[in-house]
Nanobody
Framework: QVQVVESGGGLVQAGGSLRLSCAASGRIVRFDTMGWYRQAQGKQRELVATVTSGGNTVYADSVKGRFSISRDNVKNTVYLQMNSLKPDDTAVYYC????????????????????WGQGTLVTVSI
């Protein structure tokens, strides 16, 4: 099975920057879209940004012009550069890989639905 691990969260003052990383591991055969979602306390999880293997990106309106998503297809890693952070950006940020295909220990193909990381907390102070 594919696993993802996020890193890079922390505490930052408003106007500051953070860079999140998410690395996918496992006997990966293929996957397409990687993305970041976030969930603030008391709110539903929402899309932040996604990027396809071809480099096509989608951003939430609230982060356009401030956040930038990128990926390294060789390292199976996706990044989220967050600039001009606001207190409203405070949330747990989750990495997502959409429909990955991998090999199990018997060398059989395993197709999964969305795979989520455990999340990394980003706190933006005033």
């Amino acid at each position: 099975q594919v696993q993802v691990v996020e890193s890079g969260g922390g505490l930052v003052q408003a106007g500051g920057s953070l860079r999140l990383s998410c690395a996918a591991s496992g006997r990966i055969v293929r996957f397409d879209t990687m993305g970041w979602y976030r969930q603030a306390q008391g709110k539903q999880r929402e899309l932040v940004a996604t990027v396809t293997s071809g480099g096509n990106t989608v951003y939430a309106d609230s982060v356009k012009g401030r956040f930038s998503i990128s990926r390294d297809n060789v390292k199976n890693t996706v990044y989220l550069q967050m600039n001009s952070l606001k207190p409203d950006d405070t949330a747990v940020y989750y990495c997502n890989i959409d429909k990955p295909v991998s090999l199990n220990f018997e060398d059989n193909y395993v197709a999964e639905g969305s795979v989520w990381g455990q999340g990394t907390l980003v706190t933006v102070s005033i």
